[in-house]
């Protein structure tokens, strides 16, 4: 009796496949590491790398370096609803929990705190977005007023406060 060959493994579920291994070792999946560990040419990796992120199963976190896209199930119907009686009846897909008014507040309070939590974390990553966008254009502008400085014979430097440089 033979032992049924085992199915060929495409490119793409390697690299998807490296890139989960990566992050799950909290290693950086670049395309440097993703080719070393699946053994792919370059320009392969970047093909997949590429293909995968379009399908939105990868994102780019920075600059060459992927992280897997947490993919949920589609989300299933939603209701709350008072009944006669003072309970509390939430109705999610086939799961129904009844609650009392009190569990009711007190799943309210865990429930803003998620939200609090993802507004934060949101606001802090499109600051740190303007800061750096705002401190890249100070360094574009020092550059320019060193070179017209230059220019006109003012070799005097203006030291860059150390607050601006680029995060």
Sequence with gaps: MSLPM??????????????RELVAAEQ?????TVAELTGLRMSTVDDRLTDLTNKELLRRVQKGQYVPVIQHPPPRVMTKRILADGLIEIEIGDDVLRLTPKEDRALAMLQSGAATQAIAIETGRNQAMVINEFATRIQRLENENRNLRRHIGLETEIEASPQLKLV
Excluded: E, Q
């Design 28 to 32: 950086p999946a670049t395309r440097y």
């Design 6 to 19: 085992p199915k060929a493994v495409s490119s793409t579920t390697m690299v998807l496949d490296a890139v």
